[in-house]
């Protein structure tokens, strides 16, 4: 069974840095979706940035950007120039090709301090 | 705003009580999930419906059921309510079957007492 791990509960950063979220995952299929959603306190759930398993570029959205390491089955978010806006929770998320469930890891919760 | 409708958004029941949860997908969207996420359990995947059929089924207790109408919203039925059904549900659309994104509406809150 496919499985997500994300080992860090809680992270902070300064206002105007750069933090990196990690996460891991666990699975026997080659091909694959992994995506970073976002949760605000307004419990809604936010797409961040999606990820092909069979693209070896990473993908980038402003100013959210992945380290995709298909060997290692890593799958970490990195945000620049952190605003008080991106508090939230991050859930890693996988999904295989094949399947419509989406897998969830427990979730970082990120502060930004100003 | 993703176009994911939910309602309504908070629910206080008690146990052994019965409620209806709703969802209306993105204009279009033909797969509805339904998702719980529990402070324990975290977010899981209960069941899939696309275009009025079931699809896929996750961690759904026999206690719940859903459906999808030919207006294509769906409906999720909690029963018998325990207070570990306490949670936030999530429905999120995507326009057919193995989409590469799901779209999640703002979910509902239910506190069981």
């Known amino acids: 069974a496919q499985t997500v791990t994300q080992s860090q509960p809680e992270m902070s950063v300064q206002e105007a840095e750069t933090v990196t979220l990690s996460c891991t995952y666990d699975t026997s299929e080659s091909d694959y979706y992994l995506f970073w959603y976002k949760q605000p306190p307004s419990r809604q759930m936010i797409l961040v940035i999606r990820?092909?398993?069979?693209?070896?570029q990473n993908a980038t959205e402003n100013r959210f950007s992945v380290n995709f390491q298909k060997a290692a089955k890593s799958f970490s978010l990195k945000i620049s120039d952190s605003q008080l806006g991106d508090a939230a929770m991050y859930f890693c998320?996988?999904?295989?090709?094949?399947?419509?469930?989406?897998?969830f890891g427990k979730g970082t919760r990120l502060h930004i301090l100003p | 705003d993703s176009g994911v409708t939910q309602t309504p958004k908070h629910l206080i029941t008690a146990t052994g009580q019965r409620v209806t949860l709703r969802c209306s997908p993105r204009s279009g969207d033909l797969s509805v999930y339904w998702y719980q996420q529990s402070l324990d359990q975290g977010l899981q995947f209960l069941i899939q419906y696309y275009n009025g059929e079931e699809r896929a089924k996750g961690n759904i207790l026999e206690r719940f059921s859903a459906q999808q109408f030919p207006d294509l919203h769906s409906e999720l039925n909690l029963s018998s309510l325990e207070l570990g059904d306490s949670a936030l549900y999530f429905c999120?659309?995507?326009?057919?079957?193995?989409?590469?994104?799901?779209?999640f509406g703002p979910g509902t809150r239910l506190l069981v007492l």
């Open positions: 990820q092909e398993a069979y693209k070896q």
């Open positions: 998320a996988y999904r295989s090709v094949g399947d419509d469930k989406i897998i």
């Open positions: 999120a659309s995507s326009p057919g079957r193995l989409w590469e994104t799901q779209y």
